[in-house]
């Protein structure tokens, strides 16, 4: 229960360092979590996955992934803020579903447009603050997720709801430009790759869970 009001201080500190990154006053709840994670939570405990955690920040989506890997499984995670990968460090060699799976896991600090790879994922789980982002990286962002995700792979990432439906409506000139800009960029993907999409009340602001296939 302590270390996790300290990840929630944290998470707050690098969001009033860090907005555009961080993206969130909070860190996810549970309620996310799960639906992030639901779809590897269905796997084949027999067959070896590869997993792909996008912007883990303090580790709520990580804490359920961790839960559901197997021996033979490989997790990467990719994380810019050197706070944050700090901390996921320190729940790897304290907690105990962390400690069990520690050996197949990997933090990678750097953006997630560097990471380079020698095979794509099975699952690709992101919690990237697409809508802080500019659209030309967004662009970018959407293209690395799917050379990392295999074709028969899923794509899960969260949104908070409406908030480019708003900023549309009352954003003008130039900010107006990118958050359309990233709105078609995103429902792109989405019209071609949609396989469903959760929604979220119980989570600080509610959010929009999408889950794609890859190709
Ligand atoms: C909205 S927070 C989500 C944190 C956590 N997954 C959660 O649900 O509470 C966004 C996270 O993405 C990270 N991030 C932002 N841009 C990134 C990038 N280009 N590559 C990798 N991580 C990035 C931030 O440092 C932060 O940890």
Redo the contacts with the bound molecule.
Sequence with gaps: MFSALKNQIA?FR?FRQ?F?????I???SRF??RS?TSYLAARDPAIPLRVL??????????NSIVQHLRPQDVFDL????EE?VRILSQRFESEPAWKAVKTQSTIHQ????E?QTSAPYDFVI????LNN?PAE?VTS?AETYFRLLKPAGVLSY?EYMYVRPIRKVVTRGAERIRITAIDSTMQQHCDRCRIRRDNIWLNTPPAWVQHLRGF
């Design positions: 998470f690098q860090r555009e990154t961080t993206g969130a909070a860190p996810s996310l979590a992030m955690e996008i912007g883990p920040g303090t580790g709520p989506v990580t990719v994380e810019l803020n944050f750097l953006p997630v447009q990471f992101s919690g990237l603050p982002f990286l962002i969260f």
